[in-house]
């Protein structure tokens, strides 16, 4: 019951349930920075997930190798 009446009273203030007025302001330095951030934020996982998914295929193809020739002296 409650969450019906304040989503009706939040239907009622439109103005007040707008995104945040800094990411779509009128403020052409803000809007640039947010994009930027954005970016920024979306760029680092994937290059954090990326790297560390090289670095596995690099350290298991060195593995391997050490097991290669480690077989290979033992024959």
Same mark, same amino acid.
């Not at 920075?33 to 295929?57: N, Y």
């Not at 690099?58 to 480690?70: G, V």
């Given at each position: 019951?409650?969450?019906?009446?304040f989503?009706? +009273?939040?239907?009622?203030?439109p103005?007040?349930?707008?995104?945040?007025? $800094?990411?779509? %302001? @009128?403020n052409?330095?803000?809007? =640039?920075? +947010?994009?930027f951030t954005?970016?920024?934020?979306?760029i680092?996982?994937? $290059?954090f997930? %990326? @790297?560390s998914?090289?670095?596995? =295929?690099?350290?298991?193809?060195?593995?391997q190798?050490?097991?290669?020739?480690?077989?290979?002296?033992l024959?």
């Amino acid at each position: 019951m409650f969450s019906a009446l304040f989503t009706l +009273f939040l239907m009622m203030l439109p103005n007040a349930v707008w995104a945040c007025a $800094v990411c779509v %302001g @009128g403020n052409e330095e803000n809007r =640039q920075a +947010f994009i930027f951030t954005t970016i920024l934020l979306t760029i680092i996982p994937l $290059v954090f997930i %990326g @790297g560390s998914v090289r670095w596995l =295929q690099k350290r298991s193809a060195e593995r391997q190798a050490e097991i290669d020739a480690a077989e290979k002296n033992l024959r």
